[in-house]
């Protein structure tokens, strides 16, 4: 239990849609970063934000975009959805900054049709 | 690009037997992670090594950055059956940033 949460658990959408999905920290972290996780792969990398602002970017195209609020919650959303965008998708809260522990949150499964 | 790679990709064993899974770069890591991550949940964290040469053991498991700080090891004495899950490694570039995960390694224990 690492006090990370997110939801939906799972969700479905199609090809083109937007999605939002939403993770809410422990409190006093003022760090939350997000992954995707295809089947089979590490997670990888989409952007972190601290304190509201982002604060590093992945190799991810501007239709993924993040929200962090004051009150420890935070939501990423994809526009135009791709069916390559089908993943599980974490949310990791810290502390800090850089090499402080991230503590994940259980993931969104998303898939699209 | 910093890239991780993380051998072997799957491994199959008896519990009580011993096991090393190996993370290598051709990019040097101002540190490296190891995460264990079981079905339906997120990753969660094993340990952080920051120095080159640097081991750290954790019980049964045995953690090693190398000298150059480009490859890190994961040893694991008389595996059980609880150790079965998907083992990431995961480096943060110079800027102290970005995270990069390996592949990560799939390991099942056999009673």
């Known amino acids: 239990e690492t006090g990370v949460t997110q939801s939906p658990t799972h969700l479905i959408k199609t090809r083109g849609q937007q999605v939002t999905l939403r993770c809410s920290s422990q409190?006093?972290?003022?760090?939350v970063s997000w992954y995707q996780q295809a089947l089979g792969q590490g997670p990888q990398f989409i952007f972190q934000?601290?304190?509201?602002?982002?604060?590093g970017r992945g190799n991810f195209p501007p239709r993924f975009s993040g929200l962090q609020f004051p009150n420890y919650s935070s939501e990423l959303n994809v526009n135009a959805l791709e069916l390559d965008d089908s993943a599980l998708y974490l949310c990791a809260s810290s502390l800090g900054q850089g090499i402080d522990t991230q503590y994940f949150g259980p993931g969104t499964r998303l898939t699209v049709l | 690009t910093q890239l991780l790679e993380q051998s072997p990709q799957f491994l199959s064993i008896q519990e009580g037997e011993n096991l090393t899974v190996y993370c290598n770069s051709s990019?040097?890591?101002?540190?490296l992670q190891w995460y264990r991550q079981e079905p339906g949940e997120g990753p969660v964290l094993l340990v952080t090594?920051?120095?080159?040469?640097e081991v750290k053991k954790l019980k049964r498991l045995t953690f090693q950055f190398g000298d150059a700080r480009k490859d890190s090891s994961l040893h694991i004495t008389a595996a059980q059956t609880g150790d079965t899950g998907l083992y990431l490694c995961a480096g943060v570039d110079n800027y102290g940033q970005n995270f990069v995960f390996g592949p990560g390694t799939r390991l099942s224990v056999l009673p």
């Open positions: 409190s006093g972290h003022n760090t």
């Open positions: 090594v920051v120095t080159g040469g």
């Open positions: 990019s040097v890591f101002s540190s």
């Open positions: 934000y601290y304190r509201e602002e982002e604060n």
